[in-house]
T-cell receptor, first 113, second 113 residues
Framework: DVKVTQSSRYLVKRTGEKVFLECVQD?????MFWYRQDPGLGLRLIYF???????EKGDIPEGYSVSREKKERFSLILESASTNQTSMYLCASSLWGGNEKLFFGSGTQLSVL | RKEVEQDPGPFNVPEGATVAFNCTYS??????FFWYRQDCRKEPKLLMSVYSSGNEDGRFTAQLNRASQYISLLIRDSKLSDSATYLC??????????????FGTGTRLQVTL
């Protein structure tokens, strides 16, 4: 089975801190995604990547950046965390560009105080 | 108008009942459609893809109506273990060969004794 691992299940940070969320997948998938999930708003796409060193903005990229230096790892960076970035962050991967099936990590609940 | 719309519910049904969810989407160019299931405090997981001709997987039936731009999920003989949030997911084509998945906010199902 594909495994997508997110580095932390719960994270508490202070306003203004730089935050790194790490995601690793073990099935050689080409595509990786970062979503955030908020009550009443569902999953919203922040950034995605179709290849190493490649990134594309999703629907809500403001305040975030990403890094994909290796195929298996996709990092989400909050340059200066703000309280409105308190959310559940979900990383996902898929085999190829058809987005046929997404495999999700178990999520990181980030609280920014 | 939201790209993907679902009734948030909750749908409270007794065990053994049949329940149906609908989902509408706004982009007529969408090519792929899916239902994901998300248990409380867990990550979403693919339940089934939705094909033009309709498809069935055990107690679950998915249908697509391209003319009216909606998809549906029918659950027969509901079980307690079916209690979850069901996410409607639509593939949106992007410039070039890329595409992205857009999630609805989900419909919550609670099956009771």
């Amino acid at each position: 089975d594909v495994k997508v691992t997110q580095s932390s299940r719960y994270l508490v940070k202070r306003t203004g801190e730089k935050v790194f969320l790490e995601c690793v997948q073990d099935m050689d998938h080409e595509n990786m995604f970062w979503y955030r999930q908020d009550p009443g708003l569902g999953l919203r796409l922040i950034y995605f990547s179709y290849d190493v060193k490649m990134k594309e903005k999703g629907d809500i990229p403001e305040g975030y950046s990403v890094s994909r230096e290796k195929k298996e790892r996709f990092s989400l960076i909050l340059e200066s965390a703000s309280t409105n970035q308190t959310s559940m962050y979900l990383c996902a991967s898929s085999l190829w560009g058809g987005n046929e099936k997404l495999f999700f990590g178990s999520g990181t609940q980030l609280s920014v105080l | 108008r939201k790209e993907v719309e679902q009734d948030p519910g909750p749908f409270n049904v007794p065990e053994g009942a049949t329940v149906a969810f609908n989902c509408t989407y706004s982009n007529s160019a969408s090519q792929s459609f899916f239902w994901y299931r998300q248990d409380c405090r867990k990550e979403p997981k693919l339940l089934m893809s939705v094909y033009s001709s309709g498809n069935e997987d055990g107690r679950f039936t998915a249908q697509l109506n391209r003319a009216s731009q909606y998809i549906s999920l029918l659950i027969r003989d509901s079980k307690l273990s079916d209690s979850a949030t069901y996410l409607c997911v639509v593939n949106y084509p992007l410039p070039g060969t890329a595409s992205k998945l857009t999630f609805g906010t989900g419909t919550r199902l609670q099956v009771t004794l």
